[in-house]
């Protein structure tokens, strides 16, 4: 049986002692944090620093070398059958690229999860899909194709798709890649407002720190050369406060020197 959704402000994410990597190369060693249900947590580091393969291990998409990611109290990697059918539920991704499907139409590709995982009647499964392109506010959009919107748009359907399950986690993989600064800016404030009025957590891996300081309540750095978490707390306590170059470096966007490096 699963354990009951963390109320809010309570750990519903917790990686323990986490090893990552691929056979005898590490990633990241010994790593541990908590993510509060209902904030917007942020994993944050320089490029190579593996914040993609630390998403995939905590989506169960990578098994680690060490360690483990519990979601309300279970052990991804562990889980088998229904019950890892059943945890995969409680969370949505939207994929760097938005990994929607070229052939099928923006509420087709919203409707895939709900295929997998529901027997619902295609009725049902269509209004739904309407439903959440609307919450990003993609109504009217539904018989559109990938190839059809813009790039923000694009990243609103992957995130429609994310909704599909009614989840209570998100992972939002880089969502301002690519887009103009008036598209990153209504991209923060969706997500400033599904948090508020579903009640979403969100982790979100990024680099850019005005979306960072927008929308972050808290946030871990993972660096390459330390393998693991440099720096955890509130964006603005780091930047202001860290006793670390690098963490400092990042968060002030200046370049590194000789000594910090």
Request: charged residues 25%.
């Amino acid at each position: 049986m699963s354990e009951a959704t963390p109320t809010r402000g309570e750990p519903i994410i917790k990686v323990e002692n986490l090893t990552t990597g691929f056979g005898d190369f590490i990633v990241h060693e010994n790593v541990s944090f908590e993510i509060h249900r209902g904030e917007v947590f942020a994993i944050l580091g320089g490029s190579g620093s593996g914040k993609t393969v630390l998403m995939k291990n905590m989506i169960g998409l990578y098994t680690p070398l060490a360690g483990r990611v519990l979601i309300a109290g279970q052990d991804i990697a562990r889980a088998e059958g229904e019950e890892r059918r059943a945890l995969l539920r409680r969370f949505g991704v939207m994929y760097q690229l938005g990994a929607l499907f070229g052939s099928m139409t923006l509420a087709e590709n919203v409707r895939l999860p709900l295929e997998e995982y529901t027997d619902l009647p295609d009725d049902a499964m269509d209004l739904i899909a309407r439903m959440k392109l609307g919450l990003v506010q993609l109504q009217g959009a539904e018989r559109l194709t990938p190839a059809e919107i813009s790039g923000g748009m694009m990243k609103r359907a992957a995130i429609a798709r994310a909704m599909a399950l009614d989840p209570d986690i998100i992972f939002l993989d880089e969502p301002s890649g690519g887009l103009d600064p008036i598209t990153s800016v209504e991209l923060d404030e969706l997500v400033l407002r599904l948090r508020a009025s579903l009640g979403i957590t969100f982790v979100v891996i990024t680099h850019e720190l005005p979306s960072i300081f927008t929308i972050v309540d808290r946030c871990i750095m993972v660096d390459k050369k330390a393998r693991g978490i440099i720096a955890e707390g509130r964006p603005a306590d780091l930047r202001d406060r860290s006793d670390n170059p690098r963490v400092r470096h990042f968060f002030n966007r200046e370049p590194e020197t000789e000594a910090a490096a």
